[in-house]
């Protein structure tokens, strides 16, 4: 099973509201990351998790919330989010993020966030 | 920071032709993957290469790693439609703590 699963497929939320986006993965990778997409552009990291320890943070705004409840399951907590941050939201998991460099990604389909 | 970049940003062909996408880096990497993403979905991982001067088939797709390990390439023959989309390269820095993406090539295939 090499699949990740993320929800909802789409989320329209208004600036004051709260929501989670959710991912899954089965594959028994101990590295889980999720990355902002925005249309035309390449996936920018937002957050890595290793062995379910908050591992790289990159300088996200704090109305992002991640959340690694085990190592199966991976969460982002919305809060208060401008229109600026709609944008295809993927989540990824590797087997880790130390070993031999390879840290080959394999993405989840995305959660396509408009905020109104 | 090792940056990526890829080239060309836009190609689109009609079917049949061949075609070799282009990602190059000063920085050495200990790998380099190559992705293929369709509108509204996540990025599919196609090969990872590791050895410098390594080829990878795929199908039609030919992948090849520079012998320095800065640069890869992507040829495709006999391009089809079912090859759109944006090709992403994306690497491990030689000491394996940074991952980055390129920009991408988006690849439009006429039919």
């Known amino acids: 099973d090499t699949e990740v699963t993320q929800t909802p497929k789409h989320l329209v939320m208004g600036m004051t509201n709260k929501k989670s986006l959710k991912c899954e993965q089965h594959?028994?990778?101990?590295?889980m990351y999720w990355y902002k997409q925005k249309a035309k552009k390449p996936p920018e990291l937002m957050f890595v998790y290793s062995y379910e320890k908050l591992s790289i943070n990159e300088s996200v705004p704090s109305r992002f919330s991640p959340e690694c409840p085990n190592s199966s399951l991976l969460n982002l907590h919305l809060h208060a989010l401008q229109p600026e941050d709609s944008a295809l939201y993927l989540c990824?998991?590797?087997?880790?993020?130390?070993?031999?460099?390879?840290?080959?990604?394999?993405f989840g389909p995305g959660t396509r966030l408009t905020v109104t | 920071t090792q940056l990526l970049e890829q080239s060309p940003q836009f190609l689109s062909i009609q079917e049949g032709e061949n075609l070799t996408v282009y990602c190059n880096s000063s920085?050495?990497?200990?790998?380099l993957q190559w992705y293929r993403q369709e509108p509204g979905e996540g990025p599919v991982l196609l090969v990872t290469?590791?050895?410098?001067?390594e080829v990878k088939k795929l199908k039609r797709l030919t992948f090849q790693f520079g012998d320095a390990r800065k640069d890869s390439s992507l040829h495709i023959t006999a391009a089809q439609p079912g090859d759109t989309g944006l090709y992403l390269c994306a690497g491990v820095d030689n000491y394996g703590q940074n991952f980055v993406f390129g920009p991408g090539t988006r690849l439009s295939v006429l039919p």
């Open positions: 990824a998991s590797s087997q880790g993020i130390q070993t031999s460099g390879r840290r080959e990604q394999y």
């Open positions: 290469v590791v050895t410098g001067g």
């Open positions: 920085s050495v990497f200990s790998s």
């Open positions: 594959m028994g990778h101990r590295a």
